[in-house]
C-alpha cells in the first residue's frame, strides 16, 4: 500500500494568512493526487485533483503543486469559511489511501 | 446533476453482517469508465477507502478488509450494495459512497450513514 502522510496534522491560522499542507507519498504517485475539505458532519468536497487542477466552483485563493512524492496544497488568504480539515488521496495504485488528515483551526 | 445516497441500518450488533446501499442518479453505472466506491470515516479519525466496482463488473477491494466486503451493482436499479461480514465496534463508523471514473480521481460523495456496532 502506498503511505500518504500530511503535515502539519493541525494548523492554527488567522484570517488572511497564507497556509500550506503538505502530503507525502511512500512511493511516486506521479501527479494523481487530490485534495478534500472536509467540515464537521459533512462529506468530504473535492477541491484539487492531479495535483494541481482546481475543481469547478471552487475559489482560486486554493492552489495545488507537486508530483512524484510530494504535494502541497495552499490557500492564499484564508477566509472564515475555510476553517475546515483537509485530506490528501492517491489514485496512483489500489488501494486508493488518504493522508491522516490536517486540521485548519481559528488562531 | 450526480447525487448518490447512502441508506442502511444505523446500528448492528457484533458479528452480525452490514448491508449497504447506495442510490445514485445522474449517471449511469452501464457508461464505460464509471465507478461507484465506498469509503468510510471512524469518529475523529481519517478517511478509509473500502471497495469500487465498475461499469464492466471490475470490482476492487481494501486488502485490509478484502475477506469481509463484497460489493455488487444493479444497474437498472441505479444502485450499489456493499456487504460487510463480521461486524466489530471498531467499524463504527460514517460509511460514504462516492463516484469514480477509471483512472481518475473521486468526485461526487454521497452524505454518508452512520453505522454503530453495539450490543
Known amino acids: 500500500d502506498i503511505q500518504m502522510t500530511q503535515s502539519p496534522s493541525t494548523l492554527s491560522a488567522s484570517v488572511g494568512d497564507r497556509v500550506t499542507i503538505t502530503c507525502r507519498a511512500s512511493q511516486s504517485i506521479s501527479s494523481w493526487l487530490a485534495w478534500y475539505q472536509q467540515k464537521p458532519g459533512k462529506a468530504p468536497k473535492l477541491l484539487i485533483y492531479?495535483?494541481?487542477s482546481l475543481e469547478s466552483g471552487v475559489p482560486s485563493r486554493f492552489s495545488g503543486s507537486g508530483s512524484g512524492t510530494e504535494f502541497t496544497l495552499t490557500i492564499s488568504s484564508l477566509q472564515p469559511d475555510d476553517f475546515a480539515t483537509y485530506y490528501c488521496?492517491?489514485?496512483?495504485?489500489?488501494?486508493?489511501?488518504f493522508g491522516g488528515g490536517t486540521k485548519v483551526e481559528i488562531k | 446533476q450526480i447525487t448518490l445516497k447512502e441508506s442502511g441500518p444505523t446500528l448492528v450488533k457484533p458479528t452480525q453482517t452490514l448491508t449497504l446501499t447506495c442510490t445514485f442518479s445522474g449517471f449511469s453505472l452501464s457508461t464505460s469508465g464509471v465507478g461507484v466506491g465506498w469509503i468510510r470515516q471512524p469518529p475523529g479519525k481519517a478517511l478509509e477507502w473500502l471497495a469500487l466496482i465498475y461499469w464492466n463488473d471490475d470490482k476492487r477491494y481494501s486488502p485490509s478488509l478484502r475477506s469481509r466486503l463484497t460489493i455488487t451493482k444493479d444497474t437498472s436499479k441505479n444502485q450499489v450494495v456493499l456487504t460487510m461480514t463480521n461486524m466489530d465496534p471498531v467499524d463504527t463508523a460514517t460509511y460514504y459512497c462516492?463516484?469514480?471514473?477509471?483512472?481518475?480521481?473521486?468526485?461526487?460523495w454521497g452524505q454518508g450513514t452512520l453505522v454503530t456496532v453495539s450490543s
Open positions: 492531479k495535483a494541481s
Open positions: 462516492a463516484h469514480r471514473t477509471s483512472m481518475a480521481h473521486v468526485d461526487y
Open positions: 488521496q492517491q489514485y496512483n495504485n489500489y488501494p486508493l489511501t
